[in-house]
Nanobody, 114 residues
Framework: VQLQASGGGLVQPGGSLRLSCAAS????????MGWYRQLSGKQREMVAL???????NYADSVQGRFTISRDDAENTVYLQMYSLKPEDAAVYYC?????????WGQGTLVTVSS
């Protein structure tokens, strides 16, 4: 499956952004979809995951501020980000696990700065 991430950009602290990850095929059978992020020189870290059963998991640092959702009809996963902080700035990567195999999309850059 190919993943196309979009929606990154420049936002002021306290602002909002919505990232989108469009899959090349139906996501209704994809077990896990989600988002990771990576700062230059740092390890990629999990931000939010959503399972096929509707369970979600968030990094502690974004809990209560970010919301992940899956739209099976659109084959798209969204990450709604509120109350953005400078430390949220990173390249965000779309992620999927299907039949035990991980897939990564290209990154989309989020910059949080005044």
């Amino acid at each position: 499956v190919q993943l196309q991430a979009s929606g990154g950009g420049l936002v002021q602290p306290g602002g909002s952004l919505r990232l989108s990850c469009a899959a090349s095929r139906s996501i209704s059978s994809i077990n896990v979809m989600g988002w990771y992020r990576q700062l230059s020189g740092k390890q990629r870290e999990m931000v939010a995951l959503a399972t096929i059963g509707g369970n979600t998991n968030y990094a502690d640092s974004v809990q209560g501020r970010f919301t992940i959702s899956r739209d099976d009809a659109e084959n798209t996963v969204y990450l709604q980000m509120y109350s953005l902080k400078p430390e949220d700035a990173a390249v965000y990567y779309c992620y999927a696990v299907s039949r035990g195999r991980p897939y990564w999309g290209q990154g989309t850059l989020v910059t949080v700065s005044s």
